[in-house]
């Protein structure tokens, strides 16, 4: 009776599994096509089991490396010059780079003390080009930016380290430059480089007058020269010698178009070559005149000895005129400033003091103009008082006009100097005060 339970729940069990399909037989099994084989995809790991970068520490570096872009287009030719610098304003590298319409990129490499990453460095632009920008901050000649090194670790625990960038120059353009020397237009090729105007010296001094210019290959400078006055230009530099001293242009003496580029203010004030510059932006007009220097070297060949006399004493005065009185040769010399020289103008026999009263010797002003002194048997006048009692005057007059005593080239004065009263007219309305009264026995 168990077993036939037994059969009957296993039939019942049977039909059931075959309702659902669950069940095959032996040879539906062995007929049936395989399906192929598929791999779940791979669970994502616990926050806790996500693999992190060992910690690393701060690496450093003697360097700063930055690569510039630019574009060409129109680049006036220069020499741009860089300076690097802590955020503390202390320099710590400088460097040059050559610029021209062909060069498109360029990179820059300062070597400075080992610094830890992360430090933060100030770049300058000192000239040679208009602009740098890193992101949106964009600076010009004499600006700073600063931007920071940096160091992170990948995925190998490997330090990345950040002393390298990318920036972008902007270049000087060309500007045009209409050049007119005494009125007349001159095709000289100018350039504008850092806001200052270059001009080709080896062309443009002679157009001048000035005839001295000499190229020296041995130095890689050039001289320019008026009389004893030079200027030498150090083709590269900024170091000039200006009559003999030092001096620094705001921008370095260019080599271009065969020929020496230098600053023209310095090359037409240092020989006095009056200047006016008017910029309209996008062209410049300059007009210049001719050197005044070279006028006056070309006068100074034909000095006579007295002129060459007071040229070599040295002698100023605040006014455009000076006295010179030579005791040894009884005159007095009157001088008128022309270009920057004294030119005798007349030289006025005159008395001077007796040996035992004699005339003053020195540099002195004339201070003080008077009618005249009075006396009981004569007079003088008008007198030009130049040191206390000391003064030029006329020679000795009656009270009638006539000569009391004419006498010139003579030893007779107090101290005084006596000229005939026509000159002495004459000189008193020409003199102005604080002209330089200058006495010698020579």
Known sequence: MIKFKGLIFLLCLNVVLSCYGLYASAEETS?????????????APKAENIP???????????????DFTMNPTDALPSTAYFELYDTNGTLLDYTSQTINNTITSFTL????????????FRLKLAYGMKSITYYDNTIYIGETLDFSTYYYADENSNAVIGNHFLMTAGADLEKRVNMYIDGVYKPVKSRVINCTLMVPVLKTAPLLGIDDVKLD??????????????????IGSTYTTLFGGDWYTPVPTIWL???????????????????SVYDHYDYMDVMLSGSRDVQKYISLSNLSKKEQYVRDAGLTSQTNYLIWISKANFEV??????????KLMESIPCTIGTDATPTCVGTY?????????????????????????????????????????AAVRKKLSHGCVRIRPDKMNWL?????????????NE
């Open 31 to 43: 007929n049936a096509v395989s399906a192929p084989e598929t791999t779940a995809a791979p669970l």
């Open 52 to 66: 992190t970068a060992a910690p690393i520490s701060a690496p450093t570096a003697s360097t700063v490396i930055i």
């Open 109 to 120: 490499t300062f070597r400075v003390p080992e610094y830890t990453l992360g430090k933060t």
């Open 217 to 234: 290959y041995t130095y890689n400078s050039v001289r320019v020269a008026v009389g004893t006055k030079d200027i030498l230009f150090n």
């Open 257 to 275: 178009d065969d020929d020496a580029y230098v600053p023209l203010r310095l090359l037409a004030e240092a020989f006095d070559c009056p200047l």
């Open 333 to 342: 010399n009157v001088f008128e400033r022309k270009n920057g020289l004294w």
């Open 365 to 405: 002003r004339y201070y003080e103009k008077i009618p005249r002194w009075t006396y009981p048997d004569f007079y003088v006048g008008p007198v030009m008082r130049f040191n206390g009692g000391y003064a030029i005057h006329s020679t000795l007059l009656k009270y009638d006009g006539t000569n009391y005593n």
């Open 428 to 440: 008193i309305s020409l003199i102005p005060m604080y002209t330089t009264v200058h006495v010698t």
